[in-house]
């Protein structure tokens, strides 16, 4: 199910950051007391009650010509474009200013819900001057304090009220929900034009051409598939997301909805560590993960290349073991037949179930061939395993006590469970637990 995505927009040196850091715990973004140092998007996963959402901060949108300026305000209106609600901050000791009313110009032409929140509001004297925020027309402003947190709670309160409602899918269980993800120019456009055997989707070479996730229903062998690519030209016609990390929250929202992410490499420029970071969003979501190599046709090959090409691979993306590896041409369909039937295996694994006593079986045999560690003169004893969830497939191992089940152990029984039960192409999980 997607999350819901907040956007927290206002002009340079009104606390933007210092409040996301606080929304997310942690301090992400730089706080730095310069206008201009937040100078592009930084997103992060947030809590609040029972809702989990992503915050989107952003550099603080100044009106020039000056380049960077330009590019600070693009970025700020690709936040807006993906938010579901935006916080308008304002420095609240300043009052509304030009600069204020001209963001404020550009947030009514969003059409999206927008929360004002006026921060350093540290003084309870200060708060009486709030009314004259509800002349920007966004409704009722809520004095903050992001450096001593105080107010973020109603705030929070009045963001959580405008996130939309999960429908219900309308699709049917057995239906195979797959994405296309990737650093720009990999090829993933072109990829499900040749899936789907049609020109669906706008295929360039213009890196940050791909903008919004579009579903694709897909019919094959009496199996049916949702494809999830982020595609779509921007309505404007605006070329834009050039720089490669900025497609990244595109790419979890479409991650959070997938069963299989299908996680693109270009042959022809090889490996780069964009491609890992992206590679481990779709492993630490759980999603059964497929590399497909693609450009295989601009690679000059015999008998030993591609062989080679995945040992690179393996030795790049040792958290994925246990991904399959495709390669294929989208654009001369060379190999394409092998991709599908890659798909469907992976979403089978990632939704298969172990029968408790068959699982313990292997257990017990794992055991006999290797006995457990002894640490500090105490023996971990496993007394049974039950496999608790799918989408990953997820296992808790009772035990006497956890804190003896090492790491190195715990991957020896995954590889176990693996040579017993295949897995490929999915991530299993394993815990320990004590018995009470």
């Known amino acids: 199910m997607r999350k819901s995505v907040v956007a927290i927009v206002g002009r340079p040196n009104v606390g933007k950051s210092t409040i996301f850091n606080r929304l997310v715990g942690e301090r992400i973004s730089i706080v730095e007391d310069t206008p201009g140092v937040t100078r592009d998007r930084i997103y992060a996963e947030a809590e609040w009650l029972t ?100 107010g973020l709670g109603d705030l ?18 057995e239906t195979i929900y ?69 497609s990244v929250l595109r790419a979890l929202k479409a991650i959070e909805r997938s069963d299989v992410v299908l996680v693109l490499i270009d042959a022809e420029t090889g490996i780069r560590e964009q491609d890992k970071k992206i590679a481990g969003y779709a492993h630490e979501a759980g999603r059964a993960v497929i590399i497909v190599v693609n450009k295989w046709d601009t690679v000059e090959t015999d008998d030993k290349t591609m062989r080679a090409f995945e040992e690179n691979v393996r030795a790049h993306f040792q958290f994925l073991d246990y991904a399959p590896i495709v390669f294929l041409s989208a654009k001369t369909k060379k190999r394409i037949h092998t991709l599908i039937p890659a798909i469907k295996v992976a979403s089978e694994n990632h939704t298969k179930r172990i029968q408790t006593n068959v699982l313990n079986d292997v257990i017990m045999d794992a055991l006999a061939m290797n006995p457990t560690p002894t640490v500090k003169g105490k023996r971990l004893k496993i007394l049974y395993a039950t496999q608790v969830s799918v989408k990953p497939p997820s296992f808790v191992i009772f035990v006497n006590d956890p804190e003896l089940m090492h790491f190195s152990y715990k991957r020896f029984l995954e590889n176990k469970i693996r040579d017993a039960f295949g897995f490929v192409g999915t991530p299993i999980k394993i815990f320990a637990r004590q018995r009470q």
């Open 178 to 246: 797959f994405s296309l993800i990737g650093r720009p120019n990999v090829g993933k456009s072109s990829l499900v034009n040749t899936i789907l055997n049609e020109e669906r989707v706008i295929v360039s070479d213009v890196e940050g051409t791909t903008r919004d996730a579009v579903d694709t229903h897909l019919r094959k062998d009496n199996q049916d598939y949702v494809i999830i690519d982020t595609a779509g030209m921007r309505k404007r016609g605006k070329v834009y997301e050039t720089t490669e990390k900025y």
């Open 51 to 150: 809702s989990t959402f992503n915050v989107i901060d952003t550099g603080g949108i100044e009106i020039g010509d000056e380049p960077l300026l330009v590019q600070i305000r693009q970025q700020a209106e690709i936040a807006i474009d993906e938010a579901d609600v935006i916080i308008f901050m304002l420095n609240g000791r300043e009052g509304i200013t030009a600069a204020d009313e001209e963001v404020a110009k550009l947030l009514y032409k969003s059409n999206k819900p927008v929360v004002v929140a006026v921060n350093k509001m540290d003084n309870p004297e200060m708060r009486e001057e709030i009314y004259e925020y509800y002349a920007l027309g966004f409704g009722e402003p809520y004095p903050i304090s992001g450096s001593h947190g105080l």
């Open 156 to 173: 929070l309160d009045a963001v959580v009220k405008h996130f939309p409602t999960q429908e219900e899918d309308t699709v049917d269980d």
